[in-house]
């Protein structure tokens, strides 16, 4: 009787083990972030598992090295985590899991909209792979009070580059101010300048180059500027390689009149410049391409869930509880970031915590996002475009030190891209 | 201490004995070396077999069996060139530029260094006030780690570091350092002089000591002048020494990475990009990443370092030979 009750015990025991093990689902969630924007995605997810106790969700908080350098080899060697925060969207797509069967497209569709296709593997894609939690615009910000100090006007909506020039070279000469402008380091920033003088990126059939007329000329303006000092030479031709640097610090000292980055250096400026200067974002410069080219890059970071996964239901559900447009709301208002979600957009995001030019500059670089140029969008979407970013930045520092003549430097772009892109095919 | 080695002696005795019955005392050897040889095989000698193959293929993908083979095309790409004495004449020009770079880096670094090594050395080697501290302050940065070494002469050498405060104080115009080509890698190379020079002036100096001081007496009494003596009695009897460290810093100068990168970036443009820092830009810093023609390039500047290995192990052997 008593061995009866042993066994039937032990299979009891065995049973509630194996149903146990087979409902509880571990999803590992691997992240970077340079503000709150991992907690509070942790948080919401919390929310989810509170709701579904047979899912949890373990988060990787990483440097956002690994992110760039360690995701992309775990996930060829496919050891890589069931979801993760991603800045390369276009190029990590062979990876993607695609959501579509578990989730309702339509209402993707209309509330992601165009950045759904900086996931995709290009135009005939259809499918739904990646979350846009922090939407990002590149865009210029000014030291207003230099300008004040210098009786300078503000250049107004629909200043070209070279109305920038002038102007902060002028406010540099009457307060003494180190720097004109400068740019980070970055093909992606570079962007900003280009497409105002036309670069469309793209040629007739969609291919991928960086000698089109327009581009040419923005790369020798950029070239001449870092040589005669209207920009920071400093930032672009001080590293070697495509090593990103940024001009913050000078822009926080006080020492740069314009400096051309983008809406995540909000954060920073409102906490570490604090009183000590007025600062404001400028509409964005426009250039000989006329009106319709006066546009930032769009960009920031996505979460998405792999293909290797082994709970892909699980994974599709989670992104999409974080999708819905109060949980979206809550992730943008605490990360201070600004939405992707069109219905979030539109029913603006109060933000919690931030300061009132902090506000002010991040509805600013709202107010941008319905003018990106649709080059922009195809620029940020395309699956190589670190490469091209990568190509950019060597090529054309190599031109501002004097190591190539601008015309070797564009004839060199033009073979590092068809190299580039041979080898990613 | 012999009790508790007894015991444990007696325990490894049953298994050896028994090992020993099973191969024989000649095969005995390799099960001894097996682990080593194990470890070596995983650790260096296939790494070596999966560089030559990643070498040997071609695309972006990081798994061998996702790569297509594309015979010896790494090689010839980084291989073309109208002239090996024009960076911009070769099909893969920053390569070019960072072979040049550290060729013109090894030629400089190493003479500089070598020729400050002695010189502090035979310093050091003479009766001096406070000489231990010397020894140790010269000593002193090879103890740092070259991100720290790199750093550290960035913050002084940078627009607003250090040294253009000094400048700017005593009246001068000041010099944006690391911004020009030129004087961007005359600090690199400075910078690894002295981060490596101590280690060197302390392997001369042991040279140094190890010439028999009655040979000097000998020259005394001949009346010999200071530079007869460093000439014919010094230099010669140090020469030995002075090939191997020769040796050895010129396989640390085609090695140089860390403290130029970490200094420069490479730049201003490819200024001071060394070979080795090309190879970690191609194959992890850039995209897409370029494993094969990185592969072939470390095949490259390892076939250099091997004639520079044999070149330090036939010195070796032959001073050994006396």
Request: aromatic residues 12%.
């Amino acid at each position: 009787m008593t061995q009866m009750r042993l066994i039937l015990a032990g299979a009891a025991t065995a049973a509630l083990l194996a149903a146990t093990s087979a409902s509880a689902v571990e999803l590992r969630f691997e992240c970077a972030q340079d503000g709150n924007e991992c907690d509070t995605m942790n948080a919401i997810f919390q929310k989810y598992t509170a709701a579904h106790p047979d899912v949890t969700v373990k988060m990787d908080l990483v440097p956002y090295k690994a992110i760039l350098e360690n995701l992309p080899v775990d996930l060829a060697a496919g050891t890589g985590p069931d979801l993760a925060k991603v800045t390369d969207l276009g190029g990590l797509h062979k990876y993607y899991l695609d959501l579509t069967p578990y989730v309702n497209k339509d209402y993707w569709e209309k509330s992601f909209g165009k950045t759904l296709d900086w996931y995709r593997a290009g135009a005939a894609d259809p499918g739904i792979y990646g979350i846009q939690t922090q939407l990002t615009i590149t865009g210029g910000f000014i030291n207003k009070t230099l300008f004040d100090q210098a009786k300078i006007a503000v250049p107004g909506p629909g200043a070209t580059w070279d109305d920038w020039a002038k102007a902060t070279v002028a406010v540099a000469k009457a307060t003494g101010a180190k720097y004109p402008m400068a740019m980070d380091r970055t093909g992606h920033r570079f962007a900003g300048m280009a497409m105002p003088y036309g670069a469309t990126y793209f040629d007739d059939k969609g291919n991928p180059e960086l000698s089109d007329p327009g581009f040419a000329a923005a790369a020798k303006q950029f070239v001449a500027w870092n040589q005669d000092g209207t920009m920071d030479k400093d930032v672009w031709a001080g590293s070697g390689g495509a090593t990103y640097a940024d001009a913050s610090k000078e822009f926080i000292n006080g020492d740069l009149v314009m400096y051309y980055s983008g809406s995540w250096q909000v954060q920073k400026f409102a906490s570490q410049i604090n009183t000590a200067f007025d600062w404001e974002v400028i509409p964005a410069p426009c250039g000989p391409a006329g009106a319709g080219h006066c546009s930032g890059m769009p960009g920031g970071s996505g979460v998405v869930g792999f293909k290797t996964t082994q709970h892909p239901k699980e994974v599709a559900a989670l992104l999409d509880f974080l999708a819905q447009q109060d949980n979206y709301t809550t992730l943008e208002a605490k990360s201070l970031n600004i939405p992707a979600h069109t219905g979030v957009a539109a029913a603006g995001v109060t933000y919690e915590g931030a300061t009132p030019e902090a506000a002010k500059a991040l509805n600013a670089f709202s107010a941008q996002v319905p003018t990106l140029s649709p080059v922009a969008y195809a620029y940020q979407g395309y699956k190589n475009n670190r490469a091209m970013f990568n190509i950019t930045v060597t090529r054309l520092t190599q031109a501002i030190v004097g190591e190539l003549s601008m015309d070797d430097a564009l004839a060199r772009m033009a073979d590092d891209l068809k190299q580039a892109v041979a080898a990613a095919n | 201490m012999l009790k508790l080695i007894t015991p444990l002696m007696q325990i490894v005795d049953v298994p050896m004995r028994a090992l020993q019955r099973l191969l024989g005392p000649r095969r005995l050897a390799w099960a001894f070396l097996a682990p080593n040889l194990i470890l070596f095989g995983l650790f260096a000698f296939l790494p070596v077999l999966v560089n030559i193959a990643y070498a040997l293929t071609g695309s972006d993908q990081i798994l061998l069996r996702d790569r297509p083979f594309v015979g010896v095309r790494n090689f010839t790409d980084l291989s073309q060139c109208a002239s090996y004495l024009d960076a911009n004449s070769c099909k893969i020009d920053v390569f070019w530029r960072a072979v040049h770079n550290t060729a013109w880096f090894i030629v400089l670094q190493v003479g500089f260094m070598v020729g400050f090594s002695l010189l502090t050395a035979l310093i050091l080697n003479r009766k001096i006030v406070a000489r231990g501290f010397f020894r140790a302050v010269f000593f002193f940065p090879v103890l740092l780690s070259p991100v720290v070494v790199a750093l550290i002469w960035k913050w002084i050498l940078q627009d607003q570091g250090a040294l253009n405060a000094v400048l700017e104080h005593f009246g001068y115009p000041t010099v944006n350092w690391l911004l020009n080509p030129s004087w961007a890698f005359g600090w690199a190379v400075f910078l690894s002089c002295w981060a490596h020079m101590g280690f060197y002036t302390l392997i001369l100096l042991a040279g140094l000591q190890a010439i028999p001081r009655d040979v000097y007496e000998a020259a005394q009494m001949d009346a010999a002048s200071p530079w007869r003596v460093f000439h014919r009695i010094t230099l010669p009897l140090l020469m030995p020494t002075m090939v191997v460290v020769l040796v050895l810093a010129l396989i640390k100068g085609v090695q140089t990475f860390d403290e130029v990168y970490a200094f420069t970036g490479g730049g201003p443009g490819s200024a001071t990009t060394l070979v080795i820092q090309y190879i970690y830009q191609t194959g992890f810093a850039g995209a897409p990443r370029l494993f094969g023609l990185a592969s072939a390039a470390s095949i490259m500047v390892a076939l250099v370092l091997v004639v520079l290995t044999a070149v330090q192990l036939w010195i070796t052997r032959r001073n050994a030979n006396g």
